[in-house]
């Protein structure tokens, strides 16, 4: 293993063992299994597993909104034998690409919306959940929901929330952070804010306003050189 870490724009020279850690790679492996190929995303998926494990140890379910082909949700529930831990992933996505009616005026500046087109042209974005569906099979405690945010709130069903990792290339949808005692948040980017609108929409839509989880993760941080 190199002594530098140097992938996905990020070079390190922190500890990066867990790049030949056996659990890590079978993770990995099952998040390649599910797009058909790598990404070099390899720092990126140890963050958000290690999350993950965090907020396994609190009780409730996890949720991703913006999954794609599911590399990561795909890692993680390898990783955490997600059929033993009787919890429901929920994996939130339009499976059509951006939903254009939610993208900002600030958003079209930076060009998401011809972003997006090159994404669906490549191939990157899939249009077909199929295949999706098809990924997860091996685990039955999976809802996918098909639609954009935050249409598909109410389909959310849980009472209670350990996880919900954010991966939306849209900033009104993504804007979304509800104050959830109990919830470890894994931003893939960090661009929401803390306090709009759209937190009452999200508190009433999955019934989370009276949790009785007690202990609050807040935001996950990189651990850099630290274990599991």
């Not at 979304?176 to 109990?182: A, D, E, I, Q």
């Amino acid at each position: 293993m190199s002594n530098v870490y140097d992938q996905d724009g990020l070079r390190s020279i922190h500890n990066h063992e867990f790049m030949s850690d056996p659990a890590f790679l079978a993770a990995y492996g099952r998040g390649i299994q599910a797009v058909g190929g790598g990404y070099g995303w390899h720092w990126r998926v140890y963050t958000g597993l290690w999350a993950a494990a965090t907020a396994a140890k609190l009780p409730g379910d996890f949720i991703e909104f913006g999954v794609n082909r599911g590399f990561l949700s795909s890692a993680i529930m390898q990783f955490l034998d997600w059929n033993a831990t009787g919890r429901t992933f929920y994996l939130l996505d339009t499976f059509t690409g951006v939903d254009l009616r939610y993208v900002s005026a600030e958003d079209l500046a930076k060009g998401v919306v011809e972003q997006n087109e090159k994404m669906i042209k490549s191939g990157f974005y899939t249009l077909d959940v199929e295949p999706v569906r098809r990924n997860f099979a091996e685990w039955p405690n999976v809802r996918i929901i098909v639609g954009p945010v935050p249409e598909t709130l109410p389909q959310i069903d849980s009472r209670m929330v350990a996880f919900v990792h954010i991966d939306m290339n849209c900033a009104p949808p993504r804007s979304l952070r509800p104050n959830m005692s109990g919830t470890s948040w894994y931003p893939e980017q960090s661009c929401f804010s803390m306090t709009t609108p759209m937190t009452a929409i999200v508190l009433k839509s999955l019934r989370l306003t009276n949790s009785p989880a007690r202990r609050t993760s807040g935001c996950c941080r990189y651990p850099l050189d630290r274990g599991w």
